[in-house]
């Protein structure tokens, strides 16, 4: 397994190179962003160079969802930049929405006013569109289930769904992100779940519930989830989206170490 870093929330008190020097000191593989768009990638990228840490994924559009026909087009020119950017700095995951989000409200777009069937259907045949930026590319793309207690209305509101949109579109190079953090809030049974969403998961993130905070601090117990994922053999992308509780980053990573051992 490999061990990535969200720097949305960790030292978020520090300048985004200085995040992935701390990523690095704290033994991570990896850092992942939210949108590129707002940060100086190449100031980043130079910390990353002099750190030997590497951006793993971020968002692949900041606009618009795929439930929407009315919002593709702008979805795939938002995603064609992405990729681009992506390639340029050696990312290989680009992080995709259901919908459009107002950040940091945590609200979506007006729905469209089609059938929830409709819906469904704009979301494969965009995703299919998607697909064909990325091909031949070392870049997967990864669909983001949300829950919809904190963002309401999300179409892709947990596993479920985002594995039925993998297995639809059928391709090696879509894949879903299986939160615990999201599951736990929407639909629970979070071993279940993720035995069932292996096959199609390129990443698991880590966060406790309630509070968003390192994996020591609520109901999820992760000791548990790892020997989950080391029985099923799997070896892929652990990404810690985690909100450190008080603002005490060490004791954040003290407990993901802790747990997760590297």
């Not at 991570?28 to 980043?44: G, K, N, Q, V």
């Not at 945590?106 to 979301?123: A, D, N, V």
Request: hydrophobic share 40%; net charge negative; glycine share 6%.
């Amino acid at each position: 397994m490999k061990y990535s870093a969200s720097m949305k929330f960790l030292w978020a008190d520090l300048p985004l190179p200085d995040r992935a020097r701390k990523a690095k000191e704290n033994g991570f593989d990896s850092i992942e962003l939210w949108d590129w768009r707002s940060e100086d990638m190449a100031a980043l990228q130079d910390a990353c160079d002099e750190s030997d840490i590497y951006i793993s994924g971020f968002f692949g559009h900041s606009s618009g969802g795929f439930r929407d026909p009315s919002m593709r087009r702008e979805l795939l020119d938002n995603l064609a930049e992405s990729v681009e950017v992506a390639v340029r700095h050696g990312a290989d995951q680009l992080h995709m929405f259901s919908d459009g989000i107002r950040r940091p409200q945590g609200e979506i777009m007006k729905p469209p006013p089609i059938t929830r069937i409709e819906q469904y259907i704009s979301c494969v045949e965009g995703v299919k569109e998607a697909v064909k930026l990325v091909e031949g590319k070392n870049i997967t793309l990864i669909l983001e289930a949300i829950n919809t207690v904190h963002v309401p209305g999300y179409f892709w509101e947990d596993a479920a769904i985002t594995v039925e949109m993998c297995r639809a579109v059928d391709h090696p190079q879509v894949q879903m992100s299986f939160d615990c953090f999201h599951q736990q809030l929407v639909a629970g049974r979070i071993t279940e779940n993720l035995i069932a969403s292996l096959p199609y998961t390129g990443r698991v993130d880590v966060a406790n519930v309630p509070g968003r905070h390192q994996p020591d601090v609520g109901e999820i117990d992760y000791s548990y989830i790892l020997k989950v994922l080391e029985q099923h053999n799997y070896n892929g992308m652990i990404t810690f989206e985690t909100d450190p509780l008080n603002g005490d980053n060490e004791a954040c990573v003290k407990a993901i170490r802790s747990i997760f051992k590297f």
